[in-house]
């Protein structure tokens, strides 16, 4: 296990379709983050997983927007309808327990997502 | 107001230059990140820091909690090192959740 992997790498779609993204963590890592950036922009907050469990969601993410973990590894990201607005890297992000403020966060190499 | 800010938000320099780049915060927080973002999105985390001065290689992070500011210092600068400088602070109040800058981009040539 050499990091954390994302697939797929590109995704081009079109409007009002759907798309989901897949996440896997460094093995032992309990933590796993997504993260949304645009051109120009540092990354956005969108959600954060404790093994399965869900446990903060930022406001970016709509209605449209799901994630889930079911069983504590790997993660899921839907984008339901997408939208011209969706465009942009998607990025997955893991860390292992620590005490607050002891964590480093692991980068996967993102999605980048294309909404014609 | 943005409440993480970086400075500048993007920089030329010559190979061998001493590189400083600057970050400000507006909340308090648990820990401040410093990362390295390559062209094609890949992040590398490269210090966390939660006091003092912390030094890998020629990189040095620093951090003034009082002023609420931390830098980044890149020592005889080499073209390699040109990437999108990253700061993220976590919220005291939040476990959870990074609050990143915009990014500096650095350009080191040859």
Request: proline share 4%; aromatic share 8%; glycine share 8%.
């Amino acid at each position: 296990d050499t990091g954390v992997s994302q697939d797929p790498r590109h995704k081009i779609t079109k409007r009002g379709q759907n798309v989901t993204f897949r996440c896997d963590p460094i093995s032992e890592h309990n933590r796993l983050y997504w993260y949304r950036q645009t051109l120009g922009q540092g990354p956005e907050f969108l959600t954060y997983f404790q093994n399965e469990a869900q446990l903060e969601k930022s406001r970016l993410l709509s209605d449209r927007f799901s994630a889930e973990r079911p069983k504590g590894s790997f993660s899921t990201l839907e984008i339901q309808r997408t939208e011209q607005g969706d465009s942009a890297m998607y990025l997955c992000a893991s860390s292992p327990r620590r005490s607050q403020g002891e964590e480093t966060q692991y980068f996967g190499p993102g999605t980048r997502l294309l909404v014609l | 107001k943005n409440e993480v800010e970086q400075s500048p938000q993007n920089l030329t320099a010559q190979e061998g230059e001493f590189i400083t780049i600057n970050c400000s915060y507006s909340v308090g927080i648990s820990a401040l990140h410093w990362l390295q973002q390559h062209p094609g999105g890949g992040i590398v985390s490269l210090f966390m820091l939660s006091s003092g001065k912390k030094k890998h290689g020629r990189l040095i992070a620093t951090i003034n909690i009082q002023e609420k500011h931390s830098s980044l210092h890149i020592t005889a600068s080499h073209p390699r090192d040109s990437a999108v400088y990253i700061c993220a602070v976590r919220r005291v109040d939040s476990n959870y959740q990074l609050i990143w800058g915009a990014g500096t981009k650095l350009i080191i040539k040859p």
